[in-house]
Every structure is written in structure tokens, then in C-alpha cells.
């Protein structure tokens, strides 16, 4: 099914790549992110442009093994083999790389990245307890002092207070894009909402973003309000959790919509992790410290926030399996994935599978029969 | 060659696991400690008994792969198995374990055995930085806080005063015992070493520790002084770095030697990581979390300590060649080995070998086929 929203949008990130460099060449600073513990919106206030760097393709990881071990996960091999590479242009835009501590592979590839683009690094604590909140903040502080030195700015709090209601705006279009699979069938394939939610974090100008969604939002809701939802056959409604994905490593989501089920929501980092707004009030430092902390990534112990979320998320797109995604040698959800059978099972009687891969092609037809398996247990 | 000393101490620590339950039964308090990051000094002024826990052997591994994903360090894994089976005396003795989040897989198997036993969780920093050293503190503190509580006790500033003299005069006497091997050839091998040093982590009081390795030290600096040192063929010398070994993990360290060459000194969690004193005067909890938290071990990100630590032992053991050890899928020392290779190269001209491996024997040959050839190049 094709909508014109969409296919607007696509056209539209054709241009990303041109635009960062046309931002950069009217001179304005440009900060790559790598992670969603990295706060946009410090970039954001300093008038600088927030980009989302590359590493979801398989074809960078064989370079980065000239440095970095086999045995690591696909994405911090592809982020590094991007950077060895000069293929990103998002990296070689970048003035500043705003990196963090968030698992093992990546704080350790940061500091080889540090040698090659100047990184800042959060250190990320690993509970996102209250305890941890002040030093937290002490980060981000350093990383507005940072921002501030490199790019001659100064920052205020009403420049904070100023990018969190941006950065909430697009949150809000992002999550009511998000939530759109909650209609059955979900008017869009999970693929279309993956490449939709990928292809909108390169994106130099916020407003475009949110305009973007908000079309898309507004086309299906006129067509679902109109009852002039195109036919599509509905499969099994999967929730998708785990490891971040995106178009290059979006294999499983492909396998599971090619095997004839739905992914109507994804529990990771492209998806709903996205979808917590900042508080609007208050110091605006602390309050991004806050927001950021509470991120239900595998790699806090421990980790409820994503049990959570979990729960939220079942209630809302009523899945009838999960399938939750593991990188390789990604050891926090990897041990996690114990846990999440146990929660699916004992909590909703819901049936999961476990994925454990890499961006390669080698095992797509081994993952087939699985999945195929899977879909007909639950359908 | 035998030393009298050595033989004494082996037989003492044949009665480790029965002195912990004979110290448990008279109602001592028991504290696990799996990670050089946990300060004994707590429970040594809480009037407990400090333990290090299993987690040197190959057979409980295949136990905890019923849970823990295959794809992660061994040494995670025999611990996790060992708390599954029941199999380490020393952790059944545990009133409370003592853990931290030192590494991805550690920090979530760490979530899963506070299902088993009573777990207190430090959160680590991934910086010895001073920023991160009132967040640490307050860990520490944390830590003081629950044992005062599930003991019933008091820890005041003087007991924590007299914990670090103690702890201290222990890691003299620790260096003491592994700076024998400055001499040329080593009067110990480094088999007998690891054993030594493994073995005297299990005893219940410290000072039959400090007796026992000074007790060593005395018998070789006088058979020394004496000229009566037994004859023995030096290889090559061997500075072993890179992750903690034990008996049950001793196979590099064995083969080194079995292959002609001296393994001099382990820059590891076993070793040298261990030597550094904590202040004796100021606030003993900020001296604590200062020393504890600079354990330059690469899950510190950078882990300038480590270079500072390599530095000053090729200085004093005069290696002709280092072994970087890496257990499977430890990313940090994994990524760190390209680091440490460059700089061993880059500043003394001294070759390395990185070997990353398991516990198990598969792969012994293959490797005594790598250890040959490199001692063959430096020998």
C-alpha cells in the first residue's frame, strides 16, 4: 500500500546528505549523535544542527576489523568502519561527535574514534536512579561548556527551555506516527514505519521532521476517519524488541513482514525508546538529565524502565508475539533477553522469540525458518 | 625448584573452604567479593570476613549457559555457574555479596544472581576521574550503609582506618611476593605465583595471609643473600597483561612455561592490579573510593592507568616479550589490546602476543603453537 505522505518524505531524504554539507558551507555547526543517551537539544541551543551518525550498513564492519575485534556488535563495527572510511557524510559534517559510555564496545571504539573526529564523552551511569542523577547533570554540564568553547556560543536556559519544546514537538509527531499501527491492520508495514523513522533522523532542520509526520499522520487518520483505509491482509501483530535497526540492518524486520506477520510497534532505540517527552518546567538541565537517565536501555542496571515500557506497549498494540533482537556479543541484551521471555510469558501469557544476529545475509534463511515457526505457533 | 614457604602455604589454604564455614559457625559474617572494584576494607571494619568468590573453572560453565548466553566471558560464566550449582563454599558462606557494575556482562549476570543470594550493587563510573569521584564515594557509602544494617553493626571512621592499615600491610606484603621475579632467572615461576597469589585470596584472616607470602619472601631474599638460590634455566621473561587468571584458568600462564619462558609478572586483577596502597590519613572513605577507583582496568574509558602501570613494570621486571590476555568476548580488554600493542611497540620496542581464549582446553595446542613462535622470535 503506498501513501503519498510517505513517499513525500522519501523524496524529501534524498536531499539529506546534500543538505547537512549546504548547513555546513552557511556555517553553521554541525553535532553528530550516536545514541539516544546524547541529548539533541545542547546542540540544538547552541544553533548548532543535531544529525544522527551512520551505522546500520554491513559494509563498513569488514574495514573496522582491521582494528576492532570480530567478536563485536555489527553497529559499533559499522559506526568505526564508517569512520575509518569517510563514508558518512554526517561524521565528516560533524564538528563535534557527542558520544557516551553506554555499553563496553562503544565507550572503547569512542576512544579510537577520539583519535581520528573530536568526541566528547558523557560517562553514563549505569542506574537511572535518583543517585545518579546530579552526576548525570555534572555531564551534560560539561557538555554545554564544551559546546559553548568550540563554537563561540553561549548557552542559555532559555535556550535549553527553548530546544526541549522543539525536541518535545517532534517527539509528539514522532509518537503519533508511532502509534498509527494501532489500528488494525496497521495502515502502514512495519518496514514503511522503520524506513520512515530511520530516513527522519538525518534531517538537518527540525521543522521538516515534524512536518513530515504530521503528513503522514494526517493522511492515514483522514483515511481511516473517511474509511477509505486501503485492503490489507492482517498477520500476526508483532512487537518488536531489542537492539536499535535501521535501513542496512533491518533484516528481521523484513524476514518477520516477508513470513506474513506485522511489526506494529518497535520497544528500541529507532522506535518508542524516542517517544519520552522532557519536562517542560523547571531547570531545564536537570530536567534533561532526567529524561535522558530514564532511557530503558538493557545496558542500566537494573533495568525496569523497559519492563515498563514493555507493558505499556502490549496493552497499546495488543501483539501477539514478540520477537525480541539481539546484536552479537551485545551482552547487556543478550542477558536481558532472559528476563523478557520470563516477564512476556509469566505477566501476559505472550509468546517470544529470541534473535541473536549481525547486519549479514548468512543466516537470512535459518532466521526464515524460525520466524515462519514462530508466526505459526502464534497465528 | 621447591620452597619450604610455598609448600607451607599450599597446605594451609587445603583448609580455606572448612576455615569459612568454621568462622561462619562461630558467627562471623561472611562478605563475597567478586571484583578488585569492591573494597574488602568495608567488611573488614564491619568485624566481617572478606572472601573472593569462584569463578576460575571451566566445569560450571556449561550449567550457566542454561541461562547466560554462550557468547560471553568465561569468567562470568563459571561464576554465574558456580552460584547455580552451589559448588563455591566460599559463596554459600556469603551473607551478602558485594558486587559492581564493572562490565556489561558482569552487571547484568550481577541482576540475575540478586535472585539467588543477597546482592548489594555498586554503580561503577566509567571514569577514575576526580568528577566521578563523589558519585563513587557515595557508592561506597551506600555500601557502608547496608552493611551497618543487614550485620547489625557500626562502622565507624576508626574501624575503616584500621581496615585500610590492615588491607595495606597485606598488599606490601603481596608485592613483596611478586616483585621476587625482578631477579634474573624468576627464583618462582609463574605458575607457582598465580597458585600462590590465587590461593591466598581464600583464606578467612588476613594476617595468616601477610605471614604465609612474607614467609616466601624471607625464604628466597635469604636464600638469595646467601647465594644458595637453586639452579634454574631462564627463558625468555614474560610480563603477562589483560584479564585476571586462576587455577582453572591458569592455561596461558602454563603454557608459557611449558613452552621455555618465565612469566615475571601479571599485570592483572590476579597481580599487579592489586599492589597499590589507600592513604592512611583524611577522610578513609574518600581515600578508598580515590584508590578503588583507580584500578586501571580498561573498562575505564580512557585507561591512562594501565600505560602509567605498563610503564613502571617494564621498567622494573625487564620483560623481553608481553602476553596480552583477552577471555572470550571481554570487550574492553578486547578493544584496549590494540592500544597496548602500539604503545609496548611504540615506547620500548617490545613485542607482544594477544591471545583471546576460554577456559577450556580446545584450543591448547593451537596456541602452544602461537606461544612457541613468539618465544622463539624474542627468545
Redesign the interface.
Known amino acids: 500500500m503506498t501513501w503519498e505522505s510517505i513517499e513525500r518524505l522519501k523524496t524529501a531524504a534524498e536531499r539529506n546528505a546534500l543538505a547537512i554539507s549546504e548547513v555546513k558551507a552557511a556555517g553553521r555547526k554541525v553535532v553528530g549523535l550516536y545514541c539516544l543517551y546524547s541529548p539533541a537539544e545542547i546542540a540544538l541551543a547552541a544553533g548548532a544542527v543535531p544529525v544522527v551518525l551512520c551505522g546500520t550498513r554491513n559494509d563498513p564492519i569488514a574495514t573496522a576489523e582491521q582494528?576492532?575485534?570480530r567478536?563485536?556488535c555489527p553497529l559499533i563495527k559499522s559506526s568505526f568502519g564508517f569512520a575509518m572510511e569517510g563514508s558518512c557524510p554526517y561524521l565528516s559534517a560533524a564538528d563535534l561527535v557527542v558520544a557516551d559510555?553506554t555499553?563496553?564496545?562503544k565507550?572503547?571504539?569512542?576512544?579510537?574514534l577520539g583519535e581520528m573526529k573530536p568526541v566528547h564523552?558523557l560517562?553514563?551511569?549505569?542506574?537511572p536512579g535518583e543517585?545518579?542523577l546530579?552526576?548525570w547533570r555534572?555531564q551534560l554540564s560539561?557538555l554545554v561548556k564544551r559546546v559553548e568553547s568550540d563554537f563561540g556560543v553561549t548557552i542559555t536556559d532559555q535556550n535549553l527551555a527553548d530546544a526541549i519544546k522543539l525536541a518535545n514537538r517532534e517527539r509528539r509527531a514522532l509518537k503519533a506516527l508511532m502509534d498509527l499501527p494501532q489500528m488494525e491492520p496497521a495502515p502502514v508495514t512495519g518496514m514503511q514505519m522503520l524506513e520512515m523513522l530511520f530516513k527522519l533522523g538525518f534531517f538537518a532542520d527540525r521543522e521538516t521532521i515534524i512536518e513530515l509526520a504530521e503528513g503522514v499522520v494526517n493522511e492515514v487518520q483522514a483515511a481511516a476517519k473517511a474509511g477509505t483505509l486501503p485492503e490489507r491482509k492482517g498477520g500476526p501483530r508483532i512487537l518488536l524488541t531489542g537492539v536499535p535497526v535501521g535501513m542496512g540492518s533491518h533484516k528481521v524486520v523484513r524476514l518477520i513482514e516477508e513470513c506474513g506477520g506485522q511489526v506494529v510497534c518497535m520497544e528500541n532505540c529507532t522506535g518508542y525508546k524516542k517517544a519520552d517527552l522532557v519536562a517542560e518546567t523547571g531547570d531545564p538541565l536537570t530536567a534533561l538529565a532526567r529524561r535522558y537517565l530514564s532511557t530503558p536501555c538493557?545496558?542500566m542496571?537494573?533495568n525496569q524502565g523497559r519492563f515498563d515500557l514493555l507493558e505499556q506497549l502490549v496493552a497499546n498494540f495488543r501483539p501477539h508475539g514478540v520477537v525480541d533482537l539481539t546484536w552479537?556479543?551485545c551482552?547487556?541484551y543478550?542477558?536481558?533477553?532472559?528476563?523478557v521471555r520470563n516477564f512476556l510469558r509469566d505477566k501476559f501469557d505472550l509468546p517470544s522469540l529470541h534473535i541473536?544476529t549481525d547486519y549479514s545475509e548468512a543466516d537470512a534463511e535459518q532466521l526464515k525458518v524460525r520466524i515462519e515457526a514462530f508466526l505459526e505457533m502464534i497465528g
Open positions: 582494528v576492532l575485534p567478536n563485536l559510555t555499553c563496553d564496545g565507550k572503547k571504539m569512542f576512544e579510537l564523552l560517562h553514563l551511569p549505569s542506574t543517585e545518579a546530579p552526576f555534572e560539561g538493557s545496558v542496571a537494573p552479537q556479543a551482552h547487556t543478550n542477558v536481558e533477553a532472559y528476563k541473536e
